[in-house]
């Protein structure tokens, strides 16, 4: 089956360093019998602590907190949940691409996405927003106050739902208004 970012590029959508789900799925799920042993024995442990449960579900609330507020100082303290550690190999490749996006389109707007735990810096990683200033570019902040002067986008194509690509949480179903639109 191919993957979303070939599916995308087929049907001509820009793609530049989209990754599919299953990469990052991939990438922090066990791989072998042991490492399924040794997972299953650490849930075992701390499922079954209630101060444990209590403390997570406490972490959650302040990590949603950070996450929403976009306040990567104190996401810094989630890097373990976030596997910053664990995914910052790709930062390096992250920051070329946006660079390779921008330099084959210098007088567009662009809309880069890119998941949160590649603009976290922590002692072992560098986030993208720090390789791409080290590179010379110039970033800035956004508020909700911003003006942004955008073109109307000149692309036309099938999009997420045309292409089967509607992504939601694996083993989730897809919402309506992924279906329905």
Not at 142 to 156: G, I, K, Q, V
Request: glycine fraction near 8%.
């Amino acid at each position: 089956r191919r993957g979303l970012r070939q599916r995308l590029a087929a049907a001509g959508r820009p793609v530049f360093g989209l990754l599919d789900p299953m990469s990052n799925c991939d990438l922090i799920q066990a791989t072998t019998i042991h490492q399924d042993e040794r997972l299953a024995a650490s849930m075992a442990r701390t499922l079954a602590d209630a101060a444990w449960r209590a403390a997570h579900a406490r972490n959650g609330r302040s990590f949603a907190e950070a996450a929403m507020c976009g306040d990567l100082q104190q996401l810094t303290s989630f890097a373990h949940r976030l596997h910053v550690d664990l995914r910052g190999h790709r930062n390096a490749e992250v920051a070329r691409l946006i660079a390779a996006a921008m330099a084959a389109h210098r007088n567009a707007t662009l809309l880069v996405v890119v998941p949160i735990h590649h603009l976290i810096d922590t002692g072992k990683t560098e986030g993208t927003l720090k390789l791409l200033t080290k590179a010379g570019y110039s970033l800035v902040r956004l508020s909700r106050s911003s003006n942004l002067t955008c073109t109307e986008p000149s692309f036309a194509g099938p999009g997420a739902r045309d292409l089967g690509a509607c992504l939601a949480p694996p083993g989730k179903e897809q919402p309506d208004s992924c279906k329905k639109f």
